[in-house]
C-alpha cells in the first residue's frame, strides 16, 4: 500500500534548506531507491515516491516555515536539473496508475503556484543542466526559470517525438496559458526532441533568465532575493504539522475525524467526517496554539489522504459515498471563527488546504454520492463536500430535524478550478440564485433545501434507503471508463482556465494516448524507449 505520509527526517530524493527568508529544496533523486524496485531513477528522473516528498515539502513550507519568502528549486547533481518522469517506471507501470500520477504530479506543481499567488512564497527554478520532459514541467511551475549558458544545456518537451505521449504534467497548457508563448513557436518547441538553449530560450520565452556558469548560484540567489523584497514582513513562527498515524485493517482505515470502509464486493467506499467536538479555539492565536489538532486542518488533511489513497490503493472502488457526524451548529461557529480572524496567516492557510482537499474531490475519478441524514452536520465548510458531489439525497424524516445551513465561507473561500464557486457553477443559468440563496433562513430542512436547489433529492424516509440502494446498485452496473468520462465533463461546467484545462483536456488525451499501441504496444515509442528497435505506429489519425 502507497503511503502519503512523510517528513523531512524521511526524505531519500530531497533537501530542505532555511536560511532566514530563502528556502534551498535540493533535487537529489537516489537511483536506487524507486518507489517500485523494477527501474533505476537516473539522471535526477523521478517517480511517484519522488513527488510525495515533494507535495510534502511545498505543504511543510507553507504551514511550518511562513518566514520563508523564496524558494530556490535547485539539482543536487551537476550539470543535469532533471530528466522528468522515470521513462522504465512508465512503461512498466498499470494504465491506471501512469494516469494518477500524472494528476498528483499536476496537482503537486499547482499547489507550488497556488504557494506563489496566496502565500507570498515564490519558487525559482534553477535549470543547471538539461531539463526535460517532467524536469521543465516543474520549472514551468515557478514564477522564475534561471538556466545557465553553458553552450550545452538545454529545456525541452520531448514526450511527442521521443516517447508518442504528452507532456502530461500540465506542460503544454503552461506554454500558451501561462507563459503565453506563441503556438507556432510552441508547436516547433513540442516536436524537437532536443529542445531550445542560450538566447533562443529567453528569446521565444522558455526561460526567463540566462547566467554563466561562473555566476549561476550567484544569479539565482540574487533573483530570489529579488522575489523576496516584494513580499511584507515575516508573518511569525510556524506551526508543525505532525503525523496523522491513521489505524488500518483490510477494509477499514479509521482516522481521528474521518473513517473509510471499503467494500470490495459492492466496490462502495464510505467516507465518514465527524464534525468539531467540544470547545473549539476562537482566536487566531488559540487555532495558531492547537496547530496540526485544530479541527479544520486535520479533518481535511485525513480527508485528502483518503483521497489519495482510493485513488492510487483502491482501483476498482467506483463510488464514494460521503456522509457526516455532529452537531452542525459546532461546524457553522467554526466557519464563523474562521471567517472573522482570516486575516491570520495560520488561519488563512488552513482555508487554502481546505480549498485544495476540496479541489482534489473535484477530480477524483470516483462517482461520488452525498447522504444527508439524521446526525448529520453538513453545515458550511462541510457542505462543500455536498456540493462537490455527483448527487445529494437527503433524508426527509417528519420525526428527526435532518438540515444543512450554508455559511458565509460558501460564499468564495472555496472557489473550484474553474475560478467559480461551487454554488456558482450549480447555478450557471441562474447567477442571481448563487447570491440570493444566502439570503434563506438557516438551517433549512429537505424540503427547503431541495426547493432552493442545493440538494438533489429529498426522499421521503420511507422510501429514502431503498431508493438510495438502488441508485447505487444502477451506478455500480455502468461502465467505468463512461462514468469517469461523463463525471469529469459534467464537473468542470463554466469558465475554462489553465487548470481546467490541465485535468479536463490535457488529461483526458493523455489518458487516451496511455492505452493506444502508438505509445504503449509492444512496438510503441513508451514501451521500446532505450531500445535500439524504432517504434511502429499505425498512421491512421482517429
Not at 63 to 89: D, T, W, Y
Not at 100 to 126: P, W
Not at 226 to 243: C, N, Q, T
Request: charged share 25%.
Amino acid at each position: 500500500m502507497i503511503s502519503f505520509e512523510t517528513s523531512p527526517n524521511q526524505y531519500r530524493h530531497w533537501k530542505l534548506q532555511i536560511e532566514g527568508e530563502i528556502a534551498f529544496l535540493t533535487m537529489d533523486v537516489q537511483e536506487d531507491a524507486p518507489l517500485v524496485p523494477q527501474y533505476k531513477l537516473k539522471l535526477n528522473s523521478y517517480d511517484l515516491g519522488v513527488d510525495i516528498e515533494l507535495a510534502d515539502a511545498v505543504q511543510r513550507l507553507r504551514f511550518e516555515h511562513p518566514e520563508v519568502k523564496a524558494v530556490i528549486l535547485r539539482s543536487g547533481k551537476g550539470n543535469i536539473f532533471c530528466a522528468g518522469a522515470n521513462i522504465f517506471m512508465l512503461g512498466t507501470s498499470s494504465h491506471g496508475f501512469k494516469v494518477n500520477f500524472c494528476k498528483y504530479t499536476n496537482e503537486t506543481r499547482l499547489a507550488m503556484e497556488d504557494a506563489c499567488r496566496f502565500s507570498g512564497q515564490h519558487y525559482i527554478a534553477a535549470c543547471n543542466g538539461t531539463t526535460a520532459g517532467g524536469g521543465y514541467e516543474l520549472a514551468l511551475a515557478c514564477d522564475e526559470i534561471v538556466l545557465v549558458d553553458d553552450g550545452n544545456s538545454a529545456v525541452s518537451l520531448p514526450e511527442t517525438p521521443l516517447l508518442g505521449v504528452l507532456p502530461g504534467t500540465g506542460g503544454l497548457t503552461r506554454l500558451v496559458d501561462k507563459r503565453k508563448v506563441r503556438r507556432d513557436r510552441a508547436d516547433v518547441f513540442c516536436t524537437l526532441a532536443e529542445g531550445v538553449k542560450g538566447q533562443r530560450a529567453v528569446d521565444w520565452g522558455f526561460v526567463d533568465t540566462l547566467a554563466p556558469r561562473s555566476r549561476f548560484d550567484e544569479t539565482v540567489l540574487e533573483r530570489a532575493k529579488d522575489w523576496a523584497s516584494r513580499e511584507p514582513a515575516p508573518k511569525g513562527p510556524g506551526v508543525h504539522l505532525e503525523p496523522l498515524n491513521p489505524e488500518v485493517s483490510q477494509h477499514e482505515i479509521q482516522y481521528h475525524n474521518v473513517k473509510l470502509t471499503v467494500d470490495p464486493q459492492t466496490r462502495i467506499a464510505t467516507m465518514v467526517i465527524r464534525g468539531p467536538e467540544g470547545a473549539q479555539p476562537e482566536t487566531a492565536a488559540d487555532m495558531r496554539k492547537a496547530g496540526s489538532d485544530f479541527w479544520p486542518l486535520r479533518a481535511f488533511r485525513e480527508i485528502d489522504h483518503v483521497l489519495l489513497h482510493l485513488r492510487l490503493n483502491e482501483p476498482e472502488i467506483g463510488l464514494l459515498v460521503i456522509k457526516t457526524e455532529g452537531n452542525l451548529d459546532s461546524v457553522r461557529k467554526m466557519d464563523e471563527a474562521l471567517v472573522r480572524e482570516r486575516h491570520d496567516w495560520f488561519v488563512n492557510e488552513v482555508l487554502l488546504f481546505m480549498k485544495r482537499t476540496l479541489r482534489r474531490l473535484d477530480v477524483t475519478s470516483r462517482t461520488i454520492f452525498a447522504l444527508i441524514e439524521p446526525g448529520s452536520c453538513f453545515a458550511g465548510s462541510l457542505l462543500e463536500l455536498a456540493f462537490s458531489a455527483d448527487r445529494s439525497y437527503m433524508m426527509d424524516n417528519p420525526d428527526v430535524e435532518v438540515t444543512i445551513a450554508l455559511t458565509e465561507l460558501n460564499r468564495g473561500a472555496f472557489p473550484m478550478w474553474n475560478g467559480f464557486t461551487r454554488i456558482q457553477t450549480r447555478f450557471l443559468n441562474e447567477p442571481e440564485r448563487a447570491e440570493s440563496v444566502f439570503q434563506l433562513q438557516q438551517p433549512m430542512g429537505p424540503r427547503e433545501a431541495e426547493k432552493a436547489g442545493l440538494v438533489t433529492f429529498a426522499l421521503d424516509d420511507l422510501d429514502y434507503e431503498d431508493d438510495v440502494r438502488l441508485a447505487m446498485e444502477e451506478r455500480a452496473s455502468l461502465s467505468p471508463d463512461a462514468l469517469t468520462g461523463m463525471e469529469a465533463n459534467l464537473r468542470f461546467a463554466g469558465p475554462e482556465t489553465m487548470e481546467t484545462k490541465i485535468f479536463g483536456r490535457l488529461s483526458a488525451w493523455q489518458n487516451w494516448i496511455f492505452i493506444r499501441p502508438n505509445a504503449v504496444g509492444e512496438q510503441g515509442a513508451l514501451k521500446l524507449y532505450g531500445s535500439p528497435q524504432r517504434p511502429v505506429f499505425d498512421w491512421k489519425r482517429t
